[in-house]
């Protein structure tokens, strides 16, 4: 089994920043695709960033501009830097990996942004 770790979330105020981090562990040959989607209170899960093994960037329109994902393939490590933080963009963040075989979600991290 694959076991991702998820840190970062916390309580920001608007214009603020913040960064997840996702670690994975477990029984990884190769992985094809590292995202981040997030779940708002009400609403459907939705694609934030993801990024491919061969380097092509995917952004949702909402966050274009003030997000940035990357990933670290010696450790296994998607980021998600976070800036300008809206109250809109609180939710619950998940991270998600893509094998060969399978994908995987991670426990989730909160993120909240308040005044």
């Known amino acids: 089994q694959v076991q991702l770790v998820e840190s970062g979330g916390g309580l920001v105020q608007p214009g603020g920043s913040l960064t997840l981090s996702c670690a994975a562990s477990?029984?990884?040959?190769?992985?094809?695709?590292m995202g981040w989607y997030r779940q708002a209170p009400g609403k459907q899960r939705e694609l934030v960033a993801v990024v491919s093994s061969s380097g092509p960037i995917t952004y949702a329109a909402f966050v274009k501009g003030r997000f940035t994902i990357s990933r670290d393939n010696v450790k296994n490590t998607v980021y998600l830097r976070m800036n300008s933080l809206k109250p809109e963009d609180t939710a619950v963040y998940y991270c998600n990996i893509r094998l060969a075989s399978n994908a995987y979600w991670g426990q989730g991290t909160q993120v909240t942004v308040s005044s």
């Open positions: 477990g029984s990884i040959s190769d992985i094809y695709v």
